[in-house]
């Protein structure tokens, strides 16, 4: 079982910048897939950015280049660093776990097992 627990949420300018943070409740480096994904009222949760336990990367074309995940094995911390934020970047914010994700489902909120709670972000122009 991980437990995880998002922070760093919160209000910004269009254009601006925010680091998400994510706490595990375990040690997650070599065994957990991560990813970040975000909702908006109204809208599907949609994938952001997951990080594999080998490093590797993958990003939504939506914040590709202006969204980078991270994670720092010694905290068991993953990071998500949003740059050039856009109010459509507007929703609550969630990281999520998993064992082994399958390559084409690295951003696919059904692959994941565990979640946090959300942290909420909100970019006004």
């Known amino acids: 079982q991980v437990q995880l627990v998002e922070s760093g949420g919160g209000s910004v300018q269009a254009g601006g910048s925010l680091r998400l943070s994510c706490a595990a409740s375990?040690?997650?480096?070599?065994?957990?897939?991560m990813g970040w994904f975000r909702q908006a009222p109204g809208k599907e949760r949609e994938g952001v950015a997951s990080?594999?336990?080998?490093?590797?990367?993958h990003y939504a074309s939506s914040v590709q280049g202006r969204f980078t995940i991270s994670k720092d094995n010694a905290k068991n911390t993953l990071y998500l660093q949003r740059n050039n934020l856009r109010p459509e970047d507007t929703a609550m914010y969630y990281c999520a776990a998993a064992r082994w994700v399958a390559y084409l489902y690295k951003l696919a909120s059904y692959a994941y097992n565990y979640w946090g709670q959300g942290t909420q972000v909100t970019v006004s122009s």
């Open positions: 375990t040690y997650t480096d070599s065994t957990y897939t």
């Open positions: 990080i594999d336990t080998d490093g590797t990367t």
